[in-house]
């Protein structure tokens, strides 16, 4: 029966429940669509795992080749590829390749072996699939190509061999799993690679040997036997389970980001769904009434409008999800090209059953209030006016209302890569509906308090804020939370876009020069001399290590790594100086004295000695090139990170490390006149060097934080489109108090002009504090990321913020004014005869 009569007074087209039904659209169809392209591009690495990797295991070992007993070891396992990749200069104009200009370009030499790939398949840019090119040719990359002019049957160098080029690289399997690069990619076979003269003790460069392992074996398994029989070999093993690592470990951060922003949006779009509820029940409080007077109780009343509201918002919920589920299709479509790989085309259940989930609670906890009030309103009440008060509350509902919003905490939480960081993302975002909360109480306080002003238009307008049935409390809290998300992202992306534009060419050197020859040091520090005498040059040893065991623990035995201890994760830059390094400062323990001479000893970067639960006198033991060596720690520094110098986090006492063959790396910074000239004699005169100009750098870093920053504020835009449902549903619960007030004023005189003109100074009034407390609040938020978390200098475009605030505020007035337009056209007899 209460079915019966809930679907008989449920209108066909959810006319007064439409706001509900757009509002649990938008934010459901958010997070389904988020979930739906994390979940596929995890898939998708998932899937391809062996082809990103190269094989089924892969074993990188820094700055060596495998041992005859290591490589015997590998093939016992399966079938073995071997590869060697190191940055080097690709050089033209040597005298081989007729009509081309000299020039010279930072690229990733990759030397492969005959076997390479065992999954997927080298293709060319005409089609062609091809394994290893013959000994003294060359495939490239088309970026390489295009930057060098170069084209299939020319000739480029690398060190100090000349290759042909046999063809452009239209696909590389295994690109993904190879991880962040500084320039195009050049494949050789690995057996011209001697022929370069590249590799000499202590050259930077990385040798992978892929497995292909027989169907029954275990990745996993295998990698565990190779590391307890060489524990002090420094293999980083990965298997064909997680072939990118860092390419998945981003994506599932940046998409459990993404889904906190998109739950904020959903929040504001409860609000909007409050409102809803509200307007809808006010529609209907003659049916309310009627069904009361004819024995209807309490409980029945609940029951028929709690039927009608989630019978639209079960479609709206389905609506989105289906949206959800097919926008990573739309948008591999149009943006497929800045992912990493392409979202496979399936429903993923997971991210579509969590979507529902949220909107069905925030349905239960932002309607329920409304139904309770209806619920409890006598019948009596219900005829009288229509800002007529009655109990808000009751026991059963604040129950209802608190396990709904205990179940998305939990939800939230539950379903988090990093429970922390989402549950302090929810403390944040309920610490500011708090503050938005008591800042519209206090506008309302403040508002009754304030003194009558004489002009009519203006005391009515300041009356609008805390008349009985004002929405000011949504508008605020709704309008706020979007606005200052909005703000916040903006003064975000902004402060990052300064700190690079302004600080990198204040701080940064022209050159990052890697794998100097130790003996050609004194020869490339004359060379720079000579073309800009004022250069600032700091050279200093490189060396590649990883650290084994701390306090006389070994790493490779550890269940667990200490959570934030980076350095322990593969092979870390170590160097050897006899003075503090510039950009580093004392926080405990002494420096050695420059004339050292005696057992190892360790200066460590403090946050990573924090993060090992270390200090000064315990022991630390690092393989380098396969050989143990331990240092005891002797003091602790604070490092810059942000200067761009050469910093390291561990730095060894002169004697400990000079016996490893290593190479030097150099910092240069000369005039801008200088760079280009140096920027040609540098890599023609040492071959086995690379340079790398900080301008292309910091070119890739701006543009992967632009595309992070327009995936934020795509995800952010939904909380603004939210934020605005919210207001055409305040206004629209609010037209029968308009309308009663509307028609008073008529009776009493009013012209609609002075009518509409209180309405806009209400609107008005209420843009212009909604846009000082966003920006405020906003300007907050983003000050403590940048400062507090990323530890850059705040400097946000306060232009762009203008235009934020200004762009939220029209909305605001518009949208109130557009609102107030059919509440001006009530004829006040029919409407008296209705109220």
């Not at 539950?414 to 993302?425: I, M, N, Q």
């Not at 900080?694 to 504020?713: E, F, H, P, S």
């Amino acid at each position: 029966m209460i079915w019966r009569i809930a679907r008989r007074d449920l209108s066909a087209r959810i006319r007064g429940l439409r706001l509900l039904a757009v509002c649990l659209f938008l934010g459901v169809g958010t997070l389904a669509a988020i979930g739906s392209l994390t979940a596929g591009i995890a898939s998708e690495l998932s899937n391809r795992g062996q082809t990103i990797l190269g094989g089924d295991i892969e074993i990188e070992i820094a700055q060596r080749k495998a041992s005859e007993a290591e490589l015997t070891a590998f093939r016992q396992k399966g079938a073995l590829s071997q590869t060697v990749r190191l940055r080097a200069m690709a050089l033209t104009g040597d005298g081989d390749t007729a009509g081309v200009p000299s020039a010279s370009l930072l690229a990733e030499l990759k030397a492969v072996d005959g076997a390479y790939p065992f999954y997927g398949a080298l293709t060319l840019a005409d089609g062609k699939k091809v394994q290893a090119p013959p000994p003294g040719e060359i495939y490239v990359a088309p970026t390489l190509a295009s930057r060098l002019s170069l084209r299939a049957g020319q000739r480029v160098r690398f060190g100090e061999a000349s290759f042909k080029i046999a063809g452009i690289i239209g696909e590389e399997p295994d690109r993904l799993g190879e991880g962040f690069t500084l320039g195009p990619v050049a494949i050789i076979n690995i057996a011209s690679l001697a022929d370069t003269k590249l590799i000499q003790p202590g050259s930077l460069f990385n040798a992978k040997y892929r497995i292909k392992l027989p169907a029954q074996n275990n990745p996993a398994a295998i990698a565990q036997q190779l590391n307890e029989r060489f524990p002090a070999a420094g293999f980083e093993i990965t298997d064909r389970s997680n072939g990118a690592p860092g390419t998945r470990r981003f994506i599932e951060r940046m998409g459990q980001f993404l889904t906190l922003v998109g739950l904020a949006a959903l929040v504001i779009a409860g609000i909007g769904v409050g409102n809803g509820v509200s307007s809808y029940l006010e529609s209907k409080r003659a049916s309310i009434a009627t069904l009361k007077v004819t024995g209807a109780d309490s409980g029945v009343i609940f029951r028929i409008y709690l039927l009608q509201i989630f019978s639209v918002a079960i479609i709206a919920i389905l609506a989105g999800l289906i949206t959800g589920s097919i926008m990573p299709q739309v948008i591999r479509l149009f943006i497929g090209d800045i992912l990493p790989v392409p979202a496979a085309f399936a429903l993923y259940p997971a991210p579509l059953v969590v979507s529902a989930l949220y909107g069905l609670l925030i349905a239960l906890a932002f309607a329920v209030p409304p139904l309770t009030r209806a619920r409890l309103v006598p019948a009596a009440s219900l005829f009288r006016a229509v800002v007529e008060g009655g109990r808000r509350f009751d026991k059963s509902s604040i129950v209802l209302v608190t396990i709904a919003i205990l179940a998305i905490v939990a939800l939230a939480i539950g379903t988090a890569r990093e429970p922390l960081f989402s549950a302090g993302f929810i403390a944040a975002a309920f610490g500011l509906l708090l503050i938005l909360t008591g800042i519209a109480f206090a506008l309302r306080w403040i508002a009754i308090r304030l003194p009558r002003p004489k002009r009519p238009l203006l005391r009515i307008a300041l009356a609008n804020l805390h008349r009985p049935g004002a929405q000011t409390q949504a508008l605020v809290i709704a309008l706020g939370l979007g606005l200052t998300l909005f703000v916040t992202l903006a003064a975000i992306q902004t402060s990052i876009n300064n700190e690079i534009s302004r600080s990198v060419p204040a701080r940064a050197p022209s050159f990052f020069v890697l794998d100097v020859p130790r003996d050609g040091a004194q020869r490339f520090t004359a060379m720079v001399r000579k073309a800009a005498p004022d250069a600032v040059i700091n050279m200093i040893p490189a060396l590649r290590g990883r650290i084994i065991a701390y306090k006389g623990q070994r790493v490779d035995e550890m269940d667990e790594l200490p959570a934030g201890a980076w350095i322990l994760n593969g092979d870390r830059g170590l160097t050897y100086s006899a003075a503090l390094p510039a950009g580093s400062a004392l926080t405990g323990g002494e420096y050695w004295p420059a004339d050292y001479k005696g057992p190892p000893l360790l200066s460590m970067e403090e946050e990573v000695a924090a993060s090992l639960g270390v200090g000064v006198g315990d022991d630390i033991t690092i393989s380098l090139l396969g050989v143990e060596v331990t240092a005891k720690i002797s003091s602790l520094r604070k490092v810059e990170w942000d200067n761009f110098g050469l910093n390291y986090a561990l730095v060894f006492s002169p004697g400990s490390l000079d016996a490893a063959p290593h190479n030097m790396v150099a910092t240069v910074t000369v005039p801008k006149q200088a760079e280009a000239s140096l920027a040609q004699s540098i890599p023609q005169a040492f071959p086995s060097a690379s340079l790398i100009e900080v301008g292309d750098v910091v070119t890739q870093i701006t543009g992967l934080l632009r595309q992070m920053a327009q995936a934020i504020a795509a995800a952010a835009s939904i909380a603004i489109l939210a934020g605005i449902a919210v207001l055409v549903g305040a206004i629209a619960a609010a037209r029968a108090a308009r309308i009663y007030d509307s028609v008073i004023l008529k009776l009493l005189g009013s012209t609609r002009a002075q009518i509409l003109g209180a309405q806009a100074l209400e609107y008005g009034l209420l843009a212009l504090l909604l846009g000082l407390l966003a920006l405020a609040l906003g300007i907050g938020a983003a000050w403590f990321v940048i400062v507090q978390i990323f530890e850059f200098q705040f400097a946000p475009d306060y232009g762009v913020l203008a235009l934020t605030l200004a762009g939220g505020a029209a909305i605001t007035f518009i949208l109130g004014i557009a609102g107030s337009l059919p509440i001006l056209a009530a004829r006040p007899a029919e409407a008296l005869r209705s109220l």
